[in-house]
């Protein structure tokens, strides 16, 4: 099987498959077999995960159904093209330890990606079987060998640390984590530098419980303490440590600084203090949850109040799924368009549904509306119907005279995406941002790759949402380590 170019994450190479006697049929005999959810009236009163580890055995049923496609589309339709095919191989072998091995080779977060990763979207999606007979579950089969080989305390080889070579980190997201670990572990010193008290980024401040508990990540900070990475937490650069000085103690600097500014809309009415942003909403909620007791991040809480929110990603999703487990009366998520236009995963809308969320759709927002002494009244919206150009092909949305209707609230969460942060000392270090606020970065000569990792400052890189804009967590840790890969090539 060909693989991937530059996909791997340290000098090992992939081990090719032993094929063991199976039936060829298995995809027929044992149907997919998706985690068993926790039933919504007992969910929906926790932050705790609601799907349920499987099996060992079942993993291996559901693995040896593998068809091993000659050409694996589940491998390419991965952004980190995973050895999908190889490990799963494994998997079927029951030979869990080496398939962590293995996925790891190409993965620093495989436990994360296996729980927050749309593969409904992407290597499910692609699967062969997906065409009538279920696709692998492929997520789950990743997440549960990953959290046994993570309680097994399982680390990998490292190479020796060289200690003439330090690299700063700023963000301890998906791109920095994944920049640290593959520093790390070709024995390069890794030091990464964040605001919060905790690493992940939005994976822990953004992602509610029920779809990652924070453990899950505690455990691969201790893991990559474990291989040599540092952690600055609490330390805000430009505020906390200048730039100037990181600048000055390390060979170089990777900023994964992510996308924290939510998008806003000129809808009238919408500065009432009832209308809260969705991170602003998730990142309070989270901050009382795990007493990380960060002042500028209050609680909202939505007991017994009518809640509608605006939007159709997963960061919606999260917000309605929060506000079912704070005990909101009644909630209902607002989407312009129709639900197969909606770009969040079609199963955190289906586990939203379960729990008790209403859908509207071909609704879009016109106005807040308030009474006299600003108290919140409801969301005023209006129907469309999307109309596509015959030439063209595009699509455009109608908004229908007289469709006007207001929808009854007494708090409204707005979810509609999040635009880059610059920082202040960018300038001065010479880091060009465009008009988006994304940070321009230099040219590549590889047609795959149509950007270099760097900047256009002296050895300063970036990655992830701040260079791409607000994308997936795989597509981060991607970044992340083709990063990690020309700063070994730049320095060593």
């Not at 024995?187 to 690493?199: F, N, T």
């Not at 000055?248 to 203090?273: C, P, R």
Request: aromatic share 8%; with cysteine.
């Amino acid at each position: 099987m060909s693989l991937p170019p530059e996909n791997l994450t340290s000098n090992k190479q992939v081990q090719p498959k032993v094929k063991i006697d199976r039936d060829p049929l298995n995809y027929l005999i044992h149907k997919r077999h998706t985690p068993v959810k926790r039933i919504s009236n007992e969910r929906k009163i926790d932050f705790k995960e609601i799907y349920s580890n499987s099996q060992q055995q079942l993993s291996a049923k559901q693995a040896a159904r593998c068809l091993d496609c000659g050409n694996p589309y589940c491998e390419w339709k991965c952004p980190l093209h995973n050895y999908i095919p190889n490990w799963l191989e494994l998997v079927a072998q029951e030979n869990y330890q080496q398939a962590a091995e293995l996925m790891y080779e190409t993965n620093p977060l495989p436990e994360i990606c296996g729980r927050v990763c749309p593969q409904d979207r992407l290597c499910e999606q692609a699967c062969t079987l997906n065409t009538g007979f279920g696709a692998v579950t492929i997520g789950a089969i990743e997440k549960d060998v990953t959290d046994m080989a993570l309680a097994k305390k399982w680390r990998p080889e490292v190479v020796k640390q060289n200690s003439n070579r330090r690299v700063a980190i700023v963000g301890a997201g998906p791109a920095g984590i994944a920049c640290a670990d593959h520093l790390a572990r070709n024995g390069i010193k890794a030091v990464v530098y964040d605001q919060y008290p905790e690493i992940g980024g939005l994976l822990t401040f953004g992602i509610p419980g029920f779809k990652l508990e924070k453990e899950v990540m505690r455990k691969r900070k201790s893991f990559l303490e474990d291989i040599g990475v540092e952690f600055q937490l609490n330390t805000r650069v430009g505020d906390d440590i200048s730039f100037e000085k990181l600048q000055s103690e390390y060979d170089s600097i990777f900023l994964a600084m992510g996308t924290y500014t939510s998008v806003q809309t000129n809808i009238h009415g919408i500065e009432n203090k009832a209308v809260i942003k969705a991170l602003d909403y998730l990142i309070g909620n989270i901050n009382r949850l795990e007493n990380y007791q960060m002042s500028n991040f209050p609680y909202h809480d939505l007991k017994d109040k009518e809640v509608v929110v605006i939007g159709g990603g997963d960061t919606a999703m999260d917000c309605v799924r929060t506000a079912v487990r704070q005990g909101a009366k009644s909630i209902f998520c607002v989407y312009r368009r129709d639900e197969e236009s909606m770009p969040g995963s079609p199963r955190e809308v289906s586990n939203a549904k379960e729990e008790g969320v209403d859908f509207l759709f071909n609704l879009s927002p016109v106005s807040v509306e308030s009474d006299l002494n600003g108290i919140l009244i409801g969301l005023n919206v209006i129907s469309t119907k999307p109309e596509t150009d015959s030439i063209l092909g595009t699509q455009k949305l109608n908004l229908i005279e007289g469709s006007e209707r207001l929808i009854k609230a007494d708090a409204i969460i707005t979810a509609f995406g999040f635009k880059a942060s610059p920082a202040n000392w960018f300038e001065k270090a010479g880091i060009i941002i465009k008009e988006n606020g994304l940070i321009k970065m230099t040219d590549s000569n590889n047609a795959e790759y149509p950007y270099s990792q760097k900047t256009m400052a002296d050895k300063i890189y970036a990655g992830g949402d701040m260079v791409r804009g607000a994308d997936l967590v795989v597509t981060a840790v991607a970044e992340g380590i083709k990063a990690a890969r020309e700063i070994i090539a730049e320095i060593n």
